[in-house]
């Protein structure tokens, strides 16, 4: 079945640092890849995406990359604040269909 | 937009009641609803697929009779967990998505679910 692996499990770093988290997947079909940031108790935000024709997408401090040939695609956080600090899932749509696939997570922690 | 409103937030009940949760898109009619389970420390799971006026498609190992889900028009889904027990407890989770807006999912605040 469809698989997504995530890493790190948990980050922490200083404010004003960098963040990255990787994930790899499996499923050759999937054409959308959102990241999903959830913060304790709260729903997940969707705070960035990007599909597959697409290699890089930038959004202020934070960018998403995607290499569909080595199925893998990461999240760059940078200049950290401490209200980065939250559960970070990444995603993967199921067989290009509109099912979400869910990362395991990575809580990031951003010390002031 | 692509607000979705969950409710209700938080439920305590006895074992054997049957709980339902409701979710709604706000401003925008959602052609396909999600339902998730998250256990504490964990990610999202999808419990099932449901779209407007048709059966919902449950995931492997997820009981269909135990969770009912009903998606009455394109602005409302429930989720009723029938006879809940302990092991049921958990935060559920809907999420709403449209054509007309790709694959995106806007979630709802979520239903935090503790059975005594």
């Known amino acids: 079945g469809e698989n997504v692996e995530q890493h790190p499990s948990t980050l922490s770093v200083q404010e004003g640092d960098s963040a990255v988290i990787k994930c790899t997947y499996s499923?050759?079909?999937?054409?959308?890849f959102p990241w999903y940031k959830q913060e304790l108790g709260k729903r997940p935000q969707l705070i960035i995406d990007?599909?597959?024709?697409?290699g890089e997408k930038k959004d202020q401090r934070i960018a998403v990359t995607l290499n569909k040939t080595a199925k893998h695609f990461s999240l760059h956080i940078t200049e950290t604040q401490p209200e980065d600090s939250a559960v970070y899932f990444c995603?993967?749509?199921?067989?290009?269909?509109?099912?979400?696939?869910f990362g395991k997570g990575t809580k990031l922690t951003v010390n002031p | 937009g692509a607000v979705v409103s969950q409710h209700p937030s938080w439920v305590i009940c006895k074992s054997g009641t049957s709980v339902k949760i409701e979710c709604r898109s706000l401003?925008?009619?959602?052609?396909?609803m999600f339902w998730y389970r998250q256990f504490p420390k964990q990610s999202l799971m999808l419990m099932a697929t449901?779209?407007?006026?048709?059966?919902?498609?449950?995931e492997q190992g997820v009981e269909k009779d135990k969770f009912l889900i009903n998606h009455a028009s394109l602005t409302l889904s429930t989720l009723t967990v029938t006879s809940a027990h302990p092991e049921d407890s958990s935060f559920y989770i809907c999420?709403?998505?449209?054509?007309?807006?790709?694959?995106?999912?806007?979630f709802g605040d979520g239903t935090r679910l503790s059975i005594l």
């Open positions: 999420s709403a998505s449209t054509r007309n807006r790709g694959q995106s999912q806007h």
């Open positions: 499923d050759s079909a999937s054409n959308y």
């Open positions: 990007i599909r597959s024709n697409v």
């Open positions: 995603v993967i749509s199921q067989g290009g269909s509109e099912k979400l696939v």
């Open positions: 401003d925008f009619q959602a052609t396909t």
């Open positions: 449901s779209n407007e006026g048709s059966k919902a498609t449950y």
